[in-house]
């Protein structure tokens, strides 16, 4: 893979407060947190479908032995979105200190505008009180899709930091 490094703006919010219930399930339904251990190919493989519009690339170039132990870590819960029992999407969750990081989330290119983003966004939020941190936080970038820091907003995370970072993105070859 060749790859080039841009600036992209990097944008920081947290989540203070439980929010209430908003949405019931959608049929057909399911998430499912992935039993350890978690396999690296089957990793990066969901890992590089779901970010492949967004040059997701970290966790590909990272080594396997560090990336095997970033999964398997009892801190690290993955849970993958399931519609009609096929693989949607998958979020990523991990416990650090007193809050809670949802380090990864997104939908995979074929569910992607048809009413699931919302709906799996406030389960992934149910899913990061459930450990009862003092908040939650997560990042997004100006590399996301156009609609993640509004829709992040909308469920009731709150900016609270903007830094100028530099990315991978991938050229051709």
């Given at each position: 893979?060749n ?6 703006e990097v944008?920081?919010?947290k989540?203070e ?6 949405e ?11 039993a ?6 089957w990793?990066r493989?969901l890992?590089s ?7 997701w ?5 990272m080594d396997?032995a560090?990336?095997?132990?970033k999964?398997?870590?009892s801190?690290?819960h ?6 009609k029992?096929k693989?949607?999407?998958?979020c ?6 007193d809050h ?5 989330f997104?939908l995979?290119?074929?569910?992607i505008?048809?009413g ?12 990061a ?20 820091i509004?829709?992040?907003k909308k ?5 609270y930091k903007?830094v100028t970072e530099?990315?991978?993105v991938?050229?051709?070859?």
């Amino acid at each position: 893979m060749n790859y080039t490094t841009v600036p992209s703006e990097v944008y920081f919010l947290k989540m203070e407060e439980k929010p209430t219930l908003r949405e019931n399930n959608i049929e057909n339904t399911s998430l499912i947190e992935i039993a350890k251990p978690i396999d690296i190919s089957w990793y990066r493989e969901l890992y590089s479908e779901v970010g492949k519009n967004f040059n997701w690339l970290d966790r590909l170039f990272m080594d396997d032995a560090e990336l095997y132990s970033k999964i398997n870590s009892s801190k690290t819960h993955i849970y993958t979105l399931n519609i009609k029992q096929k693989h949607a999407g998958y979020c990523e969750l991990v416990e650090e200190g007193d809050h809670v990081e949802i380090l990864y989330f997104g939908l995979l290119p074929d569910f992607i505008g048809k009413g699931y983003g919302k709906y799996f966004l406030n389960k992934t939020i149910e899913l990061a009180w459930r450990f009862s941190p003092k908040h939650i936080q997560l990042n997004t970038c100006d590399m996301d899709h156009p609609n993640a820091i509004h829709n992040y907003k909308k469920a009731g995370f709150v900016l609270y930091k903007t830094v100028t970072e530099m990315k991978k993105v991938l050229v051709s070859e």
